[in-house]
């Protein structure tokens, strides 16, 4: 599975950003995906993943009635909607697919294949 994220930039604080992830090489619909971030100086974290039926979802405290993510599995695509954005959102944010339905999906360690992270910077 190849997973390529984009859709990072630079936004003032209580702004709003869409980041994409597409990914091919394997059937979308039997992964879940999940969203990471790593800001600087600190430990990759756990945003929110989506299962591969798109009826579930779960979000980082940090995050959760900010953030949304979503997925067309016809598009091949997941989504993570970024609203009331905050400097400590500030991150190179990746993707990351699961085969295997992990109930530890907050894990890194549950995610078999990985993006090559999109950065987004807020401002104040």
């Known amino acids: 599975v190849q997973l390529q994220a984009y859709g990072g930039g630079l936004v003032q604080a209580g702004g709003f950003l869409r980041l994409s992830c597409a990914a091919s090489g394997r059937t979308f619909r039997t992964l879940d995906m999940g969203w990471f971030r790593q800001a600087p100086g600190k430990e990759r974290e756990f945003v929110a993943v989506?299962?591969?039926?798109?009826?579930?979802?779960n979000y980082a405290d940090s995050v959760k009635g900010r953030f949304t993510i979503s997925r067309d599995n016809a598009k091949n695509t997941v989504y993570l909607q970024m609203s009331s954005l905050k400097p400590e959102d500030t991150a190179v944010y990746y993707c990351a697919a699961d085969e295997d339905y992990s109930s530890t999906y907050y894990r890194e360690v549950s995610y078999d294949y990985w993006g090559q992270g999109t950065l987004v910077t807020v401002s104040s």
């Open positions: 989506i299962r591969r039926s798109g009826l579930i979802t």
